[in-house]
C-alpha cells in the first residue's frame, strides 16, 4: 500500500494570471502558501480484475472509461492504470471550499500512482501532470498554481511564461516574518464555494476575445503579486496587509459572483475590528475568508460574533509527499 500526504493551500496574490488565457499574452505571477490541511490518497493492489474507489462516494468498476470520478477517471486512462487496483481518499477540509482541493486531489493521487508502480517523478513534472489532466484533458478553465503549490508547499512565487514554462522560487522569508504571518493570518469560513468553473469560465471567455478591462485588471493583480513577493522577502508584513487590502479590491471587481453582500458585510466587519487586508480564497462566493490582522484577538471576537467558524492553521513546506509503503 502506498499512503501519500498533500498540501490544501491559501492563495495570497495573482490569482487568475495563472490561467492559460492570460499567461500565454505576457506572463503571469502568483504568490500562494501551502497549509497543514491535507488530502491523503491511497492506493493499494487488490485480487480482484476490477477498481475500487472510495472517496465521499464508492465506486466498483471494471474499466477506467465507467469510473465517475472525473479526475480518477482521466489519471487511471492517461497512465494506463491496470485494474486490480484500490484507491481510497479522505482530507481534513472538504472540498468545494476554495483551498485548491482538485489540484491537491490530483497530486497526491499523480504521487501514489507512481509510487505504487514505483517510478520516480520530478515534482515539476508532478505539477505539470496534474495540470494535463484538469485543463488539457478534462479542459476546466483553472490555472496552475493549485497544482504547483500542492506538489512543491512552503510559501511560494510561481511565475508563468507564455511558453507554458513556470519558474518556482520558494520565497526567501525569515523565520521571524513566518511566525509573523502564522500569527497574523486568520482564516474563517463563509460557507462552501461555487464550483470554481462557473467563475473562472467568465475570465477565461473574456481573456480570449480581448476585453479590455478583464486585462487591465489582471495586469494590475499580476503586479500586485509581484508587489506582494517583495513586501514578504522584505519582512515589510504591515505592507504586505494593505497590498492585500488592495488586491481584494481589484479582484472583486474582476467579474459577477466573485463576492455577495454577506461576503462584503463580513470583509467591512473585520476591517472595523483588526484587520488591516483580507481577500476571498479561490475563485469566490464563498469559501474561506483570509485576513492580515493587526489585532487577531479582537478580529476573532468579531468573526465568532458574526458567526463565522476559524480554520487555524500553520504553513506545510514539504509539499505532496509519501508517507508510507507496505
Not at 497526491?108 to 485543463?135: M, N, P, S, W, Y
Not at 488539457?136 to 507554458?164: N, T, W
Not at 480570449?208 to 500586485?224: I, K, P, Q
Amino acid at each position: 500500500m502506498i499512503l501519500t500526504r498533500t498540501p490544501l493551500r491559501v492563495s495570497i496574490a495573482g490569482g487568475g494570471t495563472d490561467l492559460p488565457s492570460y499567461y500565454r499574452r505576457a506572463g503571469g505571477t502568483v504568490v500562494s502558501a501551502a497549509v497543514n490541511k491535507y488530502v491523503y490518497l491511497a492506493v493499494n493492489g487488490t485480487f480482484t480484475d476490477d477498481y475500487l474507489l472510495k472517496y465521499a462516494e464508492q465506486e466498483r468498476v471494471e474499466r477506467p472509461e465507467d469510473v465517475h470520478h472525473p479526475l480518477i477517471r482521466e489519471v487511471l486512462l492517461e497512465h494506463g492504470v491496470e485494474p486490480g487496483v484500490e484507491i481510497v481518499s479522505v482530507a481534513d477540509i472538504p472540498a468545494g471550499t476554495g483551498l485548491g482541493s482538485s489540484g491537491a486531489f490530483t497530486v497526491g493521487l499523480l504521487r501514489a500512482l507512481h509510487a505504487f508502480r514505483k517510478e520516480h517523478v520530478a515534482t515539476a513534472d508532478l505539477a505539470e501532470q496534474a495540470c494535463h489532466i484538469e485543463i488539457e484533458r478534462l479542459g476546466d478553465p483553472v490555472g496552475k498554481q493549485d497544482q504547483y503549490i500542492a506538489a512543491f508547499g512552503g510559501l511560494s512565487r510561481f511565475d508563468f511564461h507564455p511558453d507554458g514554462s513556470v519558474d518556482v522560487s520558494r520565497l526567501d522569508v525569515g523565520a521571524d516574518t513566518l511566525a509573523d504571518l502564522e500569527e497574523h493570518l486568520l482564516l474563517f469560513f463563509t460557507g462552501y464555494a461555487r464550483r470554481a468553473t462557473s467563475i473562472l469560465s467568465d475570465q477565461k471567455a473574456r481573456s480570449e476575445r480581448d476585453d479590455a478591462a478583464m486585462l487591465a485588471n489582471l495586469d494590475e493583480v499580476r503586479e500586485l503579486g509581484r508587489q506582494i513577493s517583495d513586501a514578504l522577502v522584505a519582512g515589510d508584513t504591515n505592507r504586505f496587509g494593505h497590498l492585500m487590502h488592495e488586491h481584494w479590491m481589484h479582484k472583486r471587481e474582476r467579474t459577477n459572483g466573485i463576492t455577495n453582500p454577506d461576503i462584503d458585510g463580513w470583509y467591512e466587519l473585520a476591517r472595523a475590528n483588526g484587520a488591516i487586508g483580507g481577500k476571498l480564497v479561490g475563485a469566490g462566493a464563498g469559501g474561506f475568508l483570509l485576513f492580515y490582522a493587526e489585532n487577531p484577538r479582537c478580529l476573532r471576537a468579531a468573526m465568532a460574533a458574526g458567526g463565522l467558524p476559524e480554520v487555524r492553521f500553520g504553513f506545510d513546506h514539504d509539499g505532496s509527499v509519501v508517507l508510507a509503503r507496505s
